[in-house]
């Protein structure tokens, strides 16, 4: 496996090589009456809509929790958190309850859900996910395998958990942008982005979507861009040999779009561009970055 290219749902068509390769201890998994695996579900989640951590917990697990919703989705618990009094013993009780455990099963979760929730405060994260939370033969509540996920926005607090990053696990563009400050998503389309503001960025992706193209990538330069930013922005752009034209959506109430024009015009003279593109900027010197641009917006 180590050195192949791995193609799953998760890495798309191209897939990704494989790098690197962790062991464990094999588990002895224990079985149900029923003769199924005995695993189960458990994340901890921000849901937007309370604003609260929210923990779901399925006697489903080992398969995806999605499918669970859609099928069977009365075997899904939830148990809200109110961020300012933190996760009750009782709550953590109740997630016990609800996977059915009892005697020693049911301390072992109590433990793993306390310990588990003061892992994703702690650290900030976005998304602590244990799938499948198995009972071995012995008798054991274990974490068998796992996926987490930490606020970028919150990294500068946790230097432990940056030093963890790898680099092969990441696409080289999106490793490039984050030397810039640039938030950069490849996606799989031809007509690559460049808009300052998440939900401008959203809202261009779906223009293009809804009059039949396929956005290239999420960029998004933001509202203090510099000229240097820019000309990398355009520069990260052109690395994806996808690319079939660029459009550069600017709303100047919280940039100098006369900043974009002239980083634009660099990449351009650096690059020798050769793809059709297309500027739209309003407000705050607008007019002195048309004059600028070296091709007509």
Known sequence: MLGNTLITAQTGKAGRKVQTIYFTEAANLGKRPDGRDDEFYLAILLDRATSQPVIVA??????????VAHATPEKIFKVHVDPAVGLQAF??????????????????CVTLVTKLYQFYWEKDCAMVEVNPLLVTKEGKLLALDAKVSFDDNALFRH????????????????????????????????????VNGAGLAMSTMDIIQHFGGSPANFLDVGGGATKDQVTAAFKIILGDPNVKGILVNIFGGIMDCNVIATGIVEAVKETGLKLPWSSASKVTTSTPGKRRSPLPA
Request: with cysteine; aromatic share 8%.
């Open 159 to 194: 230097p432990d958990v940056v030093a963890l990053r790898d680099l092969n696990e990441e696409d080289a563009k999106e490793i490039e942008s984050s030397k810039f400050g640039l938030s950069y998503i490849a996606l799989d389309g031809d007509i690559a982005c460049l």
């Open 91 to 108: 709550q953590a009780r109740q997630i016990a309850f609800s996977l059915g455990f009892s005697g020693e099963l049911f301390k072992q």
């Open 58 to 67: 399925s006697t489903e697990g080992g398969m995806e929790i999605e499918h």
